[in-house]
């Protein structure tokens, strides 16, 4: 049998919790699992996804991003 803990949650965060609930009857117990398996990723970033993130934080210290109405305009996006 798993043990069980009482903890301290202020009125304003159960009210969250609670518009979380897939049905009234719904635990808190399993609201509060399914937000901590959302917030967990297990899959590590691909070496692909690291360089990009490198190559765009470089280019955000250097300042050479291109404004996004810049590109809008050069591509004809309105």
Do not use: F
């Not at 049905?23 to 360089?51: F, G």
């Amino acid at each position: 049998m798993q043990a069980a803990s009482s903890i301290y949650i202020r009125e304003d965060l159960k009210t969250q919790l609670n518009s979380l609930k897939h049905h009234p009857k719904e635990s808190y117990n399993d609201v509060i699992e399914r937000l901590v398996t959302l917030a967990i990723d297990d899959e590590p970033l691909s070496e692909e996804t690291l360089q990009g993130l490198e190559e765009s934080l470089k280019e955000v210290r250097e300042g050479t991003l291109i404004p996004e109405k810049e590109i809008m305009k050069k591509y004809g996006v309105k």
